[in-house]
């Protein structure tokens, strides 16, 4: 299974942007980039997924480079309720579509 | 609330003993996954099923293991003879491969303390 790079945590002032960084260096032409969270107590949510155009939603944006080896979650103006786990992860749908968690980045957001 | 439902959300139980756990997906998703996470890691993928197949198991679900989705609906994870390593958050997902995003719903989880 590819794997994914994420530091192990980040800080935010609420209502700022936010940039949660990923490598991902051995990512295959099939794998899709795909965003979970984990906000204490709960299970995973899904927030985006791309391939190789930057994507928007509204909960966030996704900036793929143009070598597909690393990517950026943008949370444009982050909130209280942003205060999470974010997983990045590699998902190759030829494979049952299984995901494969890493440490994924704590984050934290500061009034 | 995402649509998915787990049963019990938490569980205390002696070791050796058996435990069950109940997962309601989304009505109309054919396919359900298992995860388990400990303290400070993610979810780590156990099994899923395709409606009432079970097309991958891990390594991690050993032989004291078993998941079961008789009619496609509704799945269980039996653990039998528990050990204190089998403390663990046991998460349920559900996805329709047919959505455009595919993306996959998690329930609450049930909380396992093994003593």
């Known amino acids: 299974d590819a794997k994914t790079t994420q530091p192990n945590s980040m800080e935010s002032n609420e209502e700022e942007p936010v940039h949660l960084p990923c490598n991902h260096s051995?990512?295959?032409?099939?794998?899709?980039i795909h965003w979970y969270r984990q906000l204490p107590s709960q299970g995973p949510e899904y927030v985006i997924h791309?391939?190789?155009s930057n994507v928007n939603n509204r909960m966030a944006s996704l900036a793929i480079a143009e070598d597909r080896k690393s990517s950026t979650l943008i949370l444009h103006r982050a909130t209280l309720r942003d205060a999470a786990v974010y997983y990045c992860?590699?998902?190759?749908?030829?494979?049952?579509?299984?995901?494969?968690f890493g440490q994924g980045t704590e984050l934290s957001v500061k009034p | 609330d995402t649509g998915v439902s787990q049963d019990p959300r938490h569980k205390i139980t002696k070791r050796g003993q058996n435990v069950t756990f109940r997962c309601d997906p989304i009505s109309e998703h054919n396919r359900l996954y298992w995860y388990r996470q400990t303290l400070g890691q993610g979810p780590e993928f156990l099994t899923y099923f395709q409606n009432e197949a079970q097309l991958e198991k891990s390594r991690l679900l050993s032989d004291r293991f078993s998941a079961e989705r008789p009619k496609g609906s509704f799945s269980t994870l039996e653990i039998q003879r528990t050990e204190q390593g089998d403390s663990a958050m046991y998460l349920c997902?559900?996805?329709?491969?047919?959505?455009?995003?595919?993306?996959?719903?998690f329930g609450p989880g049930t909380r396992l303390t093994v003593l």
């Open positions: 791309g391939l190789t």
């Open positions: 997902a559900s996805s329709d491969p047919g959505r455009l995003y595919n993306e996959q719903f």
């Open positions: 051995t990512i295959s032409g099939t794998d899709y």
């Open positions: 992860i590699l998902r190759d749908v030829d494979q049952g579509g299984k995901l494969i």
